[in-house]
Structures are given as C-alpha cells and as structure tokens.
C-alpha cells in the first residue's frame, strides 16, 4: 500500500476506527496511542487489503487486538490494584441529538450520560460486541471476523448485553420516575 492508498484510507475511516478506540480505552492519550500502533502494526505485517471493508475490518480487529494485549500486560504487573480509568469525555457530540428546548436536551444529555456508564460498566467480552454492533454498525458475522470468535458467540454475547443494558435502564427510569 503506498502513501496515497493510505491517506485516502485514514481520510475516510480514520474518524471511525479513532472513535472506537476512545471508546475502547476511555482515554485520549490511550486511544492516540492504539490508533497509531494499529496502523503501525497493520503496515509493518501485512498492509492494507485492496477492499475497503476488509481493510475496515482489519484495522478494527488489530486494534481489539492490542488492547486484549495491552490489558492482558497491565493486569499481569497489578493483580491485587483495581484498573481505574479516566472517565470518557470524548465522542460526546456522536451521542448528542437536538431537541426542542434547552430542558428537554439536558435531559436527553443525562440519559446518553447514564447509557455510556452502563455500556462501559459492561464486561470487556459484551461491551465489545456491543460497540461494534451498534457503534461501528458491524454485522454479525463481521464482528465475528475481527473478534475471532464464532457468528454464535457473537449473538449469545449482542443479547446477554442487550438483557444487561435493559434492565439497567428499567431501574434507572423507573427510579428517577422517567418515562422512555
């Protein structure tokens, strides 16, 4: 792949498999750091394959990739501390819709706020298929290609995600008497 294939490849989905990564890591300076190592890594290995969504799918799954990797590497060194991480402040316009009055857009700010909590509080396994799915608009059987796993592992994961966020958002409305 020479340096225009290239450019044109990052023009276009740059800003998505950049997303994914903050959302992944919920840390700017993380997210900046796995963007970049993919790529590298990508480049170095093999390249970029000709179709655009292969190509998609192999910049995505090299990213799940490092950061399995990387965590892997972090809980080994700290086994007894607890991972903490910085709270994710990015990607807030994507989850932002407009709204008749200033009321109604904090409102709908605060349930985005509390769906992205429930989301990252989810296990790694679910909260990846969960953003491929729904974040990257992947299909099934493409997540199964970048995560490596089988179409099947795929659903089971999409759907105990799916009963998990429910019932998070049933008590959360019916303890703040909301309506949805």
Known sequence: MNKIELEVFIGKYGR?????C????RSKQEA??????????????????EDEEGAKNLALSTAVRLWKDKKRKF?????????KYIPMTLADDEWKTSAETPEAEMLKDEQNEYIKKCVVALPEKLKLVVLLYYMENRKMNEIADVLHIPIGTV????????????????EYYEKEDRVL
Request: hydrophobic share 30%; glycine share 2%.
């Open 16 to 20: 998505d498999i950049y997303s994914f």
């Open 155 to 170: 659903k089971s994961r999409l759907h105990r995600a799916k009963a998990i966020l429910s019932d998070e958002l049933k």
């Open 32 to 49: 900046d750091d796995l963007y970049q190592d993919s790529f590298v890594q990508i480049l170095e290995k093999q390249g970029l394959p």
């Open 75 to 83: 809980t080994r060194r700290r086994r007894i501390e607890e991972e």
């Open 22 to 25: 903050c959302y992944l890591t």
